[in-house]
T-cell receptor, first 112, second 110 residues
Framework: DAEITQSPRHKITETGRQVTLACHQTWNHNNMFWYRQDLGHGLRLIHYSYGVQDTNKGEVSDGYSVSRSNTEDLPLTLESAASSQTSVYFC???????????FGQGTRLTVV | GENVEQHPSTLSVQEGDSAVIKCTYSDSASNYFPWYKQELGKGPQLIIDIRSNVGEKKDQRIAVTLNKTAKHFSLHITETQPEDSAVYFCRMDSSYKLIFGSGTRLLVRP
């Protein structure tokens, strides 16, 4: 069965370190998204990609970057982790706008 | 800008009662309106969706209604059960970006 997986599920890192969260999907979807979820803020869009070599900034992109070198993967990098980036991160993929999106299980990141 | 407002933020109902959650959207070009359920420690999962050429869609105890003129759509859960307790999100698409509502925490009291 097709799926979307995130790793790691939990991560503790120190302020100032570079951190990369992995997202891998086997749906062969063109569109991939990264969200962060914080209490009281719902799902906020960080970055998104419509295909290989395409990346776009979402509403809360500062301090984050993504790259899309193939269809299956969209890693999210925190260039220099800050305590404000402590959150739960979700990756999602969809065939296109107007279609169902599928989410990974989430990565809980703590920056100390 | 692109926006979808979701209400209420929390909802507590007695088991067996109905629950209704409403979303109002801004992008009149949107034509696909799904609802997601998120259980504790998991990612959101699609539970029902509707397209703009349809006014209502039902799947057992859940239904979604759409009013394109007023630009709002609602999730209806009938005969609620404790396992319906979760956070529910609506979604609209704007320029292929997936924009989610702020979420409704539903608590079903036994």
């Amino acid at each position: 069965d097709a799926e979307i997986t995130q790793s790691p599920r939990h991560k503790i890192t120190e302020t100032g370190r570079q951190v990369t969260l992995a997202c891998h999907q086997t749906w062969n979807h063109n569109n991939m998204f990264w969200y962060r979820q914080d209490l009281g803020h719902g799902l906020r869009l960080i970055h998104y990609s419509y295909g290989v070599q395409d990346t776009n900034k979402g509403e809360v992109s500062d301090g984050y970057s993504v790259s899309r070198s193939n269809t299956e993967d969209l890693p999210l990098t925190l260039e220099s982790a800050a305590s404000s980036q402590t959150s739960v991160y979700f990756c999602a993929s969809s065939e296109s706008g107007g279609f169902a999106a599928f989410f990974g299980q989430g990565t809980r990141l703590t920056v100390v | 800008g692109e926006n979808v407002e979701q209400h209420p933020s929390t909802l507590s109902v007695q088991e067996g009662d109905s629950a209704v959650i409403k979303c109002t959207y801004s992008d009149s070009a949107s034509n696909y309106f799904p609802w997601y359920k998120q259980e504790l420690g998991k990612g959101p999962q699609l539970i029902i969706d509707i397209r703009s050429n349809v006014g209502e869609k039902k799947d057992q105890r859940i239904a979604v209604t759409l009013n394109k003129t007023a630009k709002h759509f609602s999730l209806h859960i009938t005969e609620t059960q404790p396992e319906d307790s979760a956070v529910y999100f609506c979604r609209m698409d704007s320029s292929y970006k997936l924009i989610f509502g702020s979420g409704t925490r539903l608590l079903v009291r036994p």
